[in-house]
């Protein structure tokens, strides 16, 4: 009988999970650094994104606050309008009713700045969460059918 075998077959188990086992923890490593990079850019870009004019629009008086009777009633009948054209519901900036397209557009515009502020290039790769949604990709194609 041959029992030198037995001790090679074990060894090369061995060596083989072993090899496999090194493998799944450099590959686990190489994706936390990628997973790290990518939340510090999204961190990044939101700060970016804080410094926007149209976040100003979410800190204004509402509607019913600065305006009388009169303008209001003209307010909703506007809003009415905006939202039965558009399917959308326009968006208050403290003066008065924007449509939503053109509002999210503007936002769109500014993400792009902080796309090349920041170097990004594919954020629906290099950003996590919300922000790597086509809605906030400038080079999406929602937007390319709406130009």
Known sequence: MDTTREPVGHLSWIVGIG???????????VEQKAWSHQAE???????????????????????EAVLTDEQLQNHFDDFAQMLKETGLPPIWNGQTLV????YHKNSIEFARQCHV????????KQLKGTYSKSVWDPKSQIWKQTD
């Open 19 to 29: 090899l496999l086992l090194m493998g799944l923890i450099v590959f686990g490593l």
């Open 117 to 124: 502020q920041l170097g990004i290039d594919q954020p629906q």
């Open 41 to 63: 850019l999204t961190r990044s870009f939101e700060a970016c994104m804080e410094s926007a004019p149209f976040k100003r629009s979410l800190r204004v008086p509402r509607p």
């Open 99 to 102: 449509p939503w397209k053109e």
